[in-house]
């Protein structure tokens, strides 16, 4: 991975490297604290998994791979700024305070949501693609007319970076100098679209040319992601306007739970990339710099299989709310459309009863 | 103890069924919270199932091969505590399948096909299973002498193992630590089966070989271990193949041509290439040749790049090629095609060539990828004959066969010397193509290899 414009403070061997622009400022201790969070993270991903082959859950989108952008990204953000997620950002809900099985209501179908928005000041997943750019843009310019020192941040993939609505909220957010600070993690893959024929200019060099700043980070170094993130996100909330983030990492898994990865890409790449992994890296480094031990790196592992037992039975005891309360959330105010959905439910019996 | 069943769920949004792969696990086995089960193939994907249950499993409720609808029983578990200590529920649709401490009558193995007996005794016959035999599970060697039951213990190298030989590891007695099944356990178990104290065998086959073979995408048991015979189901590849074969030779009527050719200067030329700096890390065989031949035999006779069109009685001439690669892969026959390969060079043939071959042995081609074929070349010379009379692959014209290329004696000036020699072989859809334009274009595909250099400079 050479690349001259690539920030990078942490090789994949964890080996501290020098960036004139960015210097880590994390201490070990929160350091571990981070890769704490990136070993439960992925934990959560490969237990939702499993859920979801069990019959459990109605999709899953994994995160492996991208622990490091995630909470390096999720880390860097104060207790009132705003983010407005895509559905794969499990990392960056749980750096909100979500809690975990909230994140598991909307895969289980039991909610159209999970969680209030207001209370961890992070949305609701946005599963129409980039459409979260255009709400976190908006609630930038509301920053603003509040006079607020606070930034809005959202998250979208290579793939979304090819949407209207991103490209739009591109264009606002320029314009009006929003506090919003777009941080797109390249996973090299929409869905089977390689990034080769997603974009014929790397990512963030098109923030140029919408008239604010894209940097280009190694999305899967913690130290470099949340040094580039801090900086971008007190730059939007002094004033200095948005910024566009591009994390170059890898989806190590598949795109969803329905989705077959082989028959797209080759095997070679994805060993390329195990060679990368966000978390191995931290581990070194800690265990160099901070002499961190094997019984405390175990004592995590244990909590993470903890976390995931609490978090199975805690999905296995959500039930099934009956079917007709999807109507209810979809308009703020009736619909004559949604009316006649619930009417019909009702009619054919799918329904489980009175409402 | 209770059971549990594992309904198969829907792995990929709006599903209906799914065909297993691979059992990870077998009755008796004891597994862990998430330990792989199996592997299915959906219309979208091939996924691995974790266990929902750490438990022992009492019943798998298909074979392998089997198509399996969503929401019908996949394993049944005995699981500590009662009912278990996990609520068995389904969130889309499935019903509730908890099965209680069953009477020794229900727990009779059951017939695949039937399913267990639900709550209120009722046989759930909702699984379908579309191979033609039925089965007691679980499926044992035709030599069993003593069943035993309870868990297994062994390793999964072991399991491979025996699955290969065909040994009923229930039968097998552990020697290992703590009587776990070793390797050497497995093949004293194969040396016994073929004594004459096994029942059921008239003579005793003493010899045979002991190795594998592959057929229709699988590893076929030794001749000696194998059961007497082996029902496979129609499925997958071997569908495809099964059905593309019928197809072509009950509407295609079809006809062959072949030549013997001098390529002496196609395996210099490819020889010559190989050693040449700018070209290394190309994969440059004989058969990028050919395949440049034959598109060079479409451009000048268009006709043979055709298809019949039975339903709208036209026939279709092309003025691209897509040009079809038969493939000899792991799960089988497989042909992909290099799509627009009339725009390709020689390096860009080759390119494609080894790229598509690569793909097809990883089992990662797409099913783009093995469509829209225009013409197709079946190269058989690696497998030591000298050509064969291919049967057309259905909606094309002709396939072109080429044998091992190998020296023999020819005719050069009335000298009788050793060239590389190979024979071609041309099947094309007679009701199109008639013999005279079918010879033709294997005339051309001949004279390209007798010189390929001045072929593929001069046109």
Known sequence: MVDEELVQLLTPEGQRVEHPDYTSTLSNEKIFSMYRDMVIIRRLCNESTSLQRQGQLALWAPIQGQEAAQIGAGRALQPMDFTFPTYREHGIAWSRGVPPANMLRLFRAVSNGGWDPYTYRHSVPAIVLGNQVLNAVGYAMGIQRDGAEEAAMTFFGDGASSQGDVLEGFVWAASFNAPVVFFCQNNQWGISTPMSTQSKVPLYRRARGFGFPGIRVDGNDLLAVYEVARTALENARAGGGPTLIEAYTYRMGAHTTSDDPTRYRVEAEVEVWKHRDPIERVKALLVREAKTTQAEFDAIDAEAEEFALQLRADVLAMGRPDPITMFDNVYAEGHPLIEEGRREMVELGISGGAH | ?459
């Open chain 2, 1 to 459: 103890m209770g059971q549990q069943v594992f309904l198969l769920p829907d792995v990929g949004e709006g599903l209906i069924e799914a065909d297993i792969v691979t059992w990870k696990v077998q009755v008796g086995d004891v597994v862990a919270l998430n330990q792989p089960l199996c592997d299915v193939e959906t219309a979208k994907a091939t996924v691995e199932l974790p266990s929902p249950f750490a438990g022992r499993v009492v019943q798998l409720h298909a074979r392998e091969g089997d198509t399996v609808e969503v929401h019908t029983p996949l394993v049944t578990f005995e699981v500590e505590g009662a009912g278990g200590s996990t609520p068995e529920e389904v969130p889309h649709g499935g019903e509730k399948h908890v099965v209680n401490e069953p009477d020794e009558e229900r727990r009779e193995p059951v017939l695949i096909g039937y399913g267990v007996a639900n709550e209120d005794g009722v046989a759930v016959r909702k699984h379908r299973r579309r191979s033609s035999t039925a089965v007691v599970a679980p499926p044992v060697a035709a030599t069993t002498p003593v069943v035993s039951t309870g868990p297994v213990r062994t390793t999964p190298p072991v399991r491979l193992l025996a699955k290969n030989l065909g040994v009923n590891l229930q039968t097998v007695v552990g020697t290992g630590r703590e009587g776990v099944i070793t390797r050497a356990d497995v093949e004293r178990a194969v040396r016994a089966d073929v004594t004459p104290v096994a029942p059921a065998r008239v003579s005793t086959p003493s010899t045979g070989p002991m190795t594998t073979s592959r057929f229709v995408g699988r590893d076929l048991a030794p001749w000696s271990t194998g059961e007497r015979e082996e029902r496979i189901p129609v499925k997958g590849v071997l569908k495809a193949m099964a059905e593309s074969m019928t197809e072509s030779m009950l509407t295609h009527p079809q006809a062959a041509v072949w030549v013997r050719v001098d390529a002496t200067k196609t395996m210099e030329l490819v020889a010559g290439l190989k050693k040449h700096p700018r070209l290394q890390g190309v994969r440059l065989s004989p058969l990028v040749i050919v395949a440049l031949a034959l598109v060079d035999a479409a451009r000048h006779y268009p006709g043979v790049n055709s298809m019949f069109d039975a339903k709208t009685q036209e026939v279709v001439v092309k003025r691209y090629v897509n040009l079809g690669i038969a493939a000899d892969t792991p799960k089988g026959l497989l042909v992909p095609n290099i799509k627009n390969a009339d725009q390709l060079d020689l390096v860009g043939v080759a390119n494609e060539l080894s790229a598509l071959v690569e793909k097809a042995r990883a089992g990662t081609t797409s099913l783009a990828e093995m469509t829209g074929t225009t013409i197709t070349i079946t190269n058989v010379g690696p497998m030591g004959v000298d050509s064969a009379i291919p049967i057309l692959p259905p909606g094309t014209g002709a396939i072109l066969a080429i044998g091992r290329i190998a020296p023999a004696p020819w005719v050069v000036d009335g000298q009788v010397v050793a060239r590389q020699v190979a024979e071609l072989a041309l099947t094309f859809d007679h009701r199109q193509i008639d013999g005279a334009l079918a010879s033709n274009v294997l005339a051309h595909v001949a004279r390209f290899l007798e010189d390929p250099a001045t072929a593929i400079v001069a046109g």
